[in-house]
Nanobody
Framework: QVQLVESGGGLVQPGGSLRLSCAVSGSIFRVNAMGWYRQAPGKQRELVAGMASDGTTNYRDSVKGRFTISRDNAKSLVYLQMNSLKPEDTAVYFC?????????WGQGTQVTVSS
């Protein structure tokens, strides 16, 4: 059973930084991609950053140059470094793993950007 557990969320002032972590446990035949999504109140869940199995990354336009996705395969961790945070980044952030037959999700971690 694959499990994802996010951590690192919190309250930060505009312009601040946070690093989210996603711990992956369990065995899986193949990981097609990993990603970070977010969902703000009243809005749809949206992809923030993704990383394919070959390491190729992609970001939504609004976070390019500010957010960085990375992974530590030895520790089964995926990170999202978030810099220059803005109030509009406020949301619950979810870790996602795309497997060969289904997606897996974490429980989410709240990020609030406010002065």
């Amino acid at each position: 059973q694959v499990q994802l557990v996010e951590s690192g969320g919190g309250l930060v002032q505009p312009g601040g930084s946070l690093r989210l972590s996603c711990a992956v446990s369990g065995s899986i035949f193949r990981v097609n991609a990993m990603g970070w999504y977010r969902q703000a109140p009243g809005k749809q869940r949206e992809l923030v950053a993704g990383m394919a199995s070959d390491g190729t990354t992609n970001y939504r336009d609004s976070v390019k140059g500010r957010f960085t996705i990375s992974r530590d395969n030895a520790k089964s961790l995926v990170y999202l470094q978030m810099n220059s945070l803005k109030p509009e980044d406020t949301a619950v952030y979810f870790c996602n793993l795309e497997g060969p037959w289904r997606d897996y999700w974490g429980q989410g971690t709240q990020v609030t950007v406010s002065s």
